[in-house]
């Protein structure tokens, strides 16, 4: 059972472009909302989270935008560089704290 | 300061065989996390430990097991390896289980198993 739906599988966006990466998570008792970032022989780092307490929250180039009545957010990277040609992981918690992560996105930022 | 850190980086295993990996949390984190990654998915939960005890397991058979030593470093363990346990292993740490919000990952142990 995957609790947690993430589309595109792949993305290739050309440099100074935006990426956009939505989830869809089926738990309603999830309130904590975290993107994690890999790049290749590294393990997953913590990018940017949200609570559903609020609809967006920024840092830098990276947004995530939650709507919880469609149970769904999206992480929206502006500017994309090469740099950040990764694999993103859109996760869902709750009261365990534990994750339950997405099947991945891979994004190659042209240059 | 260190990370966290993972051994071995790789392995190659035969079907039937038992594998021990082992993770060294950062400094001052109690709570480790083991996650099961496969390739092409996200990681998934195998084992939560703190302060040695078990305080979570996924969806996983009793095959796997873990424990928790008192410099709060962890191991797990796998036996009858399948093909199917072939995958990137991660550990990751945090102060505790509450802060899982913010853990830390290792890089990774690759198993492959033949």
């Known amino acids: 059972q995957q609790q947690v739906k993430q589309s595109p599988q792949s993305l290739i966006v050309q440099k100074g472009g935006i990426s956009i990466i939505n989830c869809a998570y089926e738990?309603?008792?999830?309130?904590?909302f975290p993107w994690y970032q890999q790049f290749p022989g590294k393990g997953p780092a913590l990018l940017i989270a949200i609570r559903p307490d609020v609809s967006e929250k920024k840092e830098g180039r990276f947004t995530i935008s939650f709507n919880k009545s469609a149970k769904q957010f999206s992480l929206h990277i502006m500017d994309s560089q090469p740099g950040d040609s990764a694999t993103y992981f859109c996760?869902?918690?709750?009261?365990?704290?534990?994750?339950?992560f997405g099947r991945g996105t891979s994004l190659i930022v042209h240059p | 300061d260190a990370g966290v850190t993972q051994s071995p980086t790789h392995l190659i295993k035969t079907r039937g065989q038992q594998v021990t990996l082992r993770c060294s949390p950062i400094?001052?984190?109690?709570?480790v996390s083991w996650y099961q990654q496969v390739l092409g998915q996200g990681p998934q939960f195998i084992f939560q430990y703190y302060e040695k005890e078990e305080r979570g397991r996924g969806n996983f058979p009793d095959r796997f097991s873990a424990r928790q030593f008192p410099n709060y470093s962890s191991e797990l363990n796998v036996n009858a390896l399948l093909l199917g346990d072939s995958a990137l292993y991660l550990c990751a740490s945090s102060l505790a289980p509450t802060d899982s919000y913010e853990q830390y990952f290792g890089p990774g142990t690759r198993l492959t198993v033949t």
């Open positions: 738990n309603t008792a999830f309130d904590y």
């Open positions: 996760a869902s918690s709750g009261g365990s704290y534990i994750p339950t």
């Open positions: 400094s001052g984190h109690k709570s």
